[in-house]
């Protein structure tokens, strides 16, 4: 397969962060190719996209878009990492990946177009995700329904528990 010149990666990479809201660098100087690997697979596992570019790409990538301050991260070894669906993603297994080894560092990342130093990126990994979203959203749109049903079967209810309390009364009398 051919490689491609820089300026056609940068455009390609222009493109496909046009799509996303939010994307994490990495530093990865150091690591063994093992743990390389071991963080792509990882990476791939939750649909994020990494790749390592030169700086030169990433910068003419960047320049004129909304990840524009992204630039001032671009110094030393740098990988990429994005998913166009889950914005928090990509910082999660940053950050988990990161834990483990000791090699690999989060610089930085973008969020709609606001620099992140690595505790903003913590911040973002701790988001949750769209799943967790829409799980959190059905329950709120199920409490009013679980609690409507809950005072319409009040009444009958405490009748019924009256009833009960009335005929034990009775037979206690007996």
């Known amino acids: 397969m051919p490689t491609l010149s820089k300026h056609e990666q940068s455009a390609k990479l222009r493109e496909e962060l046009s799509g996303v809201s939010a994307f994490v660098l990495v530093d990865y100087t150091g690591i063994t190719v093992a743990e390389a690997s071991d963080v792509r697979n990882k990476f791939r596992d939750a649909k994020c996209r990494y790749q390592v570019y030169k700086n030169s790409v990433v910068h003419y990538a960047v320049t004129g878009t909304k990840h524009e301050p992204?630039?001032?991260?671009?110094?030393?070894?740098?990988?990429?990492?994005?998913?166009?669906?889950?914005?928090?993603?990509a910082a999660r297994v940053a950050r988990d990946f990161a834990k483990d080894a000791k090699n690999f560092k989060v610089k930085g990342g973008i969020i709609d177009g606001q620099m992140l130093d690595a505790n903003g990126v913590n911040r973002l990994a701790d988001m949750?995700?769209?799943?967790?979203?829409?799980?959190?959203?059905l329950a709120l749109l199920n409490t009013p329904a679980t609690s409507f049903v809950r005072v319409l079967n009040a009444g009958p209810q405490s009748f019924l528990y009256l009833l009960n309390a009335r005929k034990d009364q009775l037979a206690a009398a007996s």
Request: no cysteine; hydrophobic share 45%; charged share 20%.
């Open 70 to 89: 992204a630039a001032a991260l671009l110094k030393g070894m740098t990988g990429i990492a994005f998913s166009p669906e889950d914005p928090g993603a």
């Open 128 to 137: 949750p995700g769209p799943r967790e979203l829409k799980a959190q959203f």
